[in-house]
């Protein structure tokens, strides 16, 4: 009952904003939302907990607060995930790459200081909260095969110590490759310590995965929800395989790139994770 009156009061402070244009009644919904996220945790809620970082998001991203966006969105799905709501799991992702996508459109809005009725229409809320009040089953979201680009391993500077190409080399020049790296650079110092785990550059999307001391990127076009799976299985059979991790260690300490002919078993593990139809008539993903 305590759930369904807060949530309902929540759709009601929701209203109020929208027909009176005044966000500041948002800090008359924060405190709810973490009332209802203690409850959630104290009931075993874990689909209500993680719907309600969700909504969070949501309302971090209509102040144009993106970076705690990200954070709700992360933190939701993980939790979705460590509880096998796959669904939800799914529709979180779909979630932070659309908000990824957008990011030149929310900068816009803020820019030209959309009214709150603008901001309204890209976020979402009205479905989100039908979604916590009626407790609507979750549909299974389409989501797409990604398009593998290019693995790197780094190290924790950022420093690139292995990198395969999964299309002809000479489609990605100097300067894009270049960008990664500088991208990756710029997620491991600004952003990875935040607890995110994707962001975008131009057309393609970056996964980072952490493996002390190295870091994973996988980059790639298209849904994300696949690609982290297939990074966290990576990144888990790198130290179970020993011989890999061990002659990754080795190239790290003497400063040594390495090459997929250096470490066989390295490649059979690529070919084993980002070939799609092996994880999926395994049940890996």
């Given at each position: ?96 790459d659309e908000l990824l996508k957008q ?95 994707r962001a975008v550059f131009g057309e ?82």
């Amino acid at each position: 009952m305590r759930i369904t009156a807060i949530i309902c009061l929540v759709d009601l402070y929701l209203e109020e904003m929208r027909n009176t244009d005044d966000l500041d009644i948002i800090k008359e919904i924060d405190p709810l939302l973490l009332d209802l996220q203690e409850i959630a945790k104290q009931q075993e809620s874990n689909q209500l907990y993680a719907q309600s970082l969700l909504f969070q998001a949501i309302l971090a991203t209509i102040q144009f607060d993106q970076e705690k966006a990200y954070q709700m969105l992360a933190k939701s799905q993980k939790i979705a995930e460590s509880y096998n709501m796959k669904r939800l799991a799914m529709k979180i992702s779909i979630e932070h790459d659309e908000l990824l996508k957008q990011l030149t459109l929310w900068e816009k809005l803020k820019e030209s200081e959309a009214p709150l009725t603008e901001r309204w229409k890209f976020a979402g809320l009205n479905d989100q909260i039908e979604k916590m009040v009626r407790r609507r089953a979750i549909e299974i979201p389409e989501l797409s095969n990604e398009k593998p680009i290019l693995l790197l391993i780094v190290s924790e500077g950022g420093n690139p110590l292995f990198s395969h190409s999964f299309i002809e080399e000479t489609s990605i020049d100097s300067k894009i490759f270049s960008g990664f790296l500088t991208t990756i650079d710029y997620f491991i110092r600004e952003m990875f310590s935040e607890g995110l785990d994707r962001a975008v550059f131009g057309e393609y999307t970056l996964v980072m995965k952490s493996i002390t001391p190295f870091y994973v990127s996988y980059i790639f076009k298209g849904d994300s929800y696949y690609a982290l799976q297939k990074a966290d299985y990576f990144v888990d059979h790198i130290k179970k395989e020993g011989v890999i991790w061990k002659n990754l260690l080795n190239s790290f300490e003497i400063s040594k790139s390495v090459k997929l002919k250096d470490i066989p078993l390295l490649e059979s593990l690529i070919n084993e994770t980002f070939n799609t139809k092996s994880l999926v008539q395994n049940n890996i993903i």
